[in-house]
């Protein structure tokens, strides 16, 4: 959980606004929903409607979980005026409401700012133990030893100890031929 002290919210205004701090230029969407739900539990907020509701992380199965939506609930959220053209981000699912419950922007314009939007439109998103088991492969693979065998027209990458194999391609030309040279394609044996 990621408590933002750059994060403050006038709760005075209709929709509410949501500011990040300069020289913050970016926002993760978990991040947003943990630090409204704690500036909510203050004391001076306490008389205030929601202001934040989230859906996802539902599991789908060994590997998956649905991707995080945060909904604001009559807020938007706005990066601090600057004085020069910037570009902040915002990474994951925002939705927004407005009081009457209708979909509205989760997005305040700001001066001298613009919003890139890193959505999550997959559905699903890997839990850490397989993306650390993709990385861990992938590294082994990147620091390992690659040869290409020239009687079997094969390459070969091998772990980091550059001793143990972890897959093997045939390699072939454009016509399908097995080649070593002009190689147009890698086929796992």
Same mark, same amino acid.
């Given at each position: 959980?990621?408590? $933002?002290?750059?994060?403050?919210? =006038?709760?005075?205004?209709?929709? $509410?606004?949501?500011?990040?701090?300069?020289?913050?230029?970016?926002?993760?969407?978990?991040?947003?929903?943990?630090?409204? $739900?704690s500036l909510?539990?203050?004391?001076?907020?306490? &008389? =205030? =409607?929601?202001?934040? &509701?989230?859906?996802?992380?539902?599991?789908? =199965?060994?590997t998956r979980n649905v991707v995080i939506t945060v909904m604001?609930?009559?807020?938007k959220v706005k990066f601090e005026d600057r004085v020069a053209w910037i570009t902040c981000t915002i990474t994951g699912n925002l939705v927004a409401l407005d009081a009457n419950e209708q979909p509205m922007s989760p997005i305040e314009p700001a001066a001298y700012v613009a919003i890139d939007r890193a959505l999550d439109s997959s559905g699903a998103v890997m839990n850490l133990a397989t993306m650390e088991t993709a990385l861990a492969f992938i590294k082994q693979i990147e620091?390992? $030893?690659?040869?290409?065998?020239?009687?079997?027209?094969?390459?070969?990458?091998?772990c980091i100890d550059k001793i143990t194999p972890m897959i093997t391609f045939n390699l072939k030309n454009a016509s399908g031929n097995p080649t070593t040279t002009d190689v147009f394609e890698r086929i796992p044996v």
């Open positions: 959980m990621t408590i $933002r002290s750059d994060i403050t919210v =006038d709760w005075s205004q209709s929709p $509410r606004i949501i500011e990040v701090a300069a020289p913050s230029t970016s926002l993760i969407v978990q991040d947003l929903y943990d630090t409204l $739900r909510a539990d203050d004391p001076a907020a306490m &008389d =205030d =409607d929601e202001i934040v &509701d989230a859906g996802g992380k539902e599991y789908l =199965d060994a604001l609930k009559n807020a620091q390992g $030893r690659w040869k290409i065998d020239p009687v079997t027209k094969q390459m070969t990458f091998f």
